[in-house]
Antibody
Framework: QVQLVESGGGVVQPGRSLRLSCAAFGFTFSSYAMHWVRQAPGKGLEWVTILSYDGSNKYYADSVMGRFTMSRDNSKNTLYLHMNSLTAEDTAVYYC????????????WGQGTMVTVSS | QSALTQPASVSGSPGQSITISCTGTSSDVGGYNYVSWYQQYPGKAPKLMIYDVSKRPSGVSNRFSGSKSDNTASLTISGLQAEDEADYYCCSYTRSSTWVFGGGTKLTVV
């Protein structure tokens, strides 16, 4: 079955770090660029970062630049989001999403994993 | 990276048509034909409805259509159905090689 499955969310104290994972199933993961998108409780979607299919190119939203790092292991069909210096403003559901081939959009989404930054 | 501007809410009756606008700048919406629209039900992941301004992915009803004029993109839903009641988000590629979403529009089918 073609799907993305995120994991690694939880409650973390301000200033601490957390790593999210996104496992891909049913498609050739190594051929696709991937994104992370987040959604704070009751708020809209916010694009976070994109990583090219081979990990050579990445871009970040200003709100996470210098604190978040996206990486991938194509041998494990897994995407990662390393989050450092977390603040309450990072509290959100984090979705991984596939970059559409032949289009410019996010054509597949995971179910999301919740990150709560709180003391 | 300012969010694109969408109306907070729109409403319509079954069978009617509604349009949701999405306003950006020449650095995003106006500069590229890379606007997409997503439907999201409460507690669920977003679903792609329109990409590259006006293209529909396989499986999306032809009641959904998209367009763009200058810095404003639009999503039109015709023949409104109760199941269309959801949140809708626009998204655009930007000059900075990043992506930006709109604030979201809550569609109510009354």
């Amino acid at each position: 079955q073609v799907q993305l499955v995120e994991s690694g969310g939880g409650v973390v104290q301000p200033g601490r770090s957390l790593r999210l994972s996104c496992a891909a199933f049913g498609f050739t993961f190594s051929s696709y660029a991937m994104h992370w998108v987040r959604q704070a409780p009751g708020k809209g979607l916010e694009w976070v970062t994109i990583l090219s299919y081979d990990g050579s190119n990445k871009y970040y939203a200003d709100s996470v630049m210098g604190r978040f790092t996206m990486s991938r292991d194509n041998s494990k069909n897994t995407l990662y989001l390393h989050m450092n210096s977390l603040t309450a403003e990072d509290t959100a559901v984090y979705y991984c999403a596939r970059d559409m081939r032949g289009g410019n959009a996010f054509d597949m989404w995971g179910q999301g994993t919740m990150v709560t930054v709180s003391s | 990276q300012s969010a694109l501007t969408q109306p907070a809410s729109v409403s319509g009756s079954p069978g009617q048509s509604i349009t949701i606008s999405c306003t950006g700048t020449s650095s995003d919406v106006g500069g590229y034909n890379y606007v997409s629209w997503y439907q999201q039900y409460p507690g669920k992941a977003p679903k792609l409805m329109i990409y590259d301004v006006s293209k529909r992915p396989s499986g999306v009803s032809n009641r959904f259509s998209g367009s763009k004029s200058d810095n404003t993109a639009s999503l039109t839903i015709s023949g409104l159905q109760a199941e269309d009641e959801a949140d809708y988000y626009c998204c655009s590629y930007t000059r900075s090689s990043t992506w930006v979403f709109g604030g979201g529009t809550k569609l109510t089918v009354v």
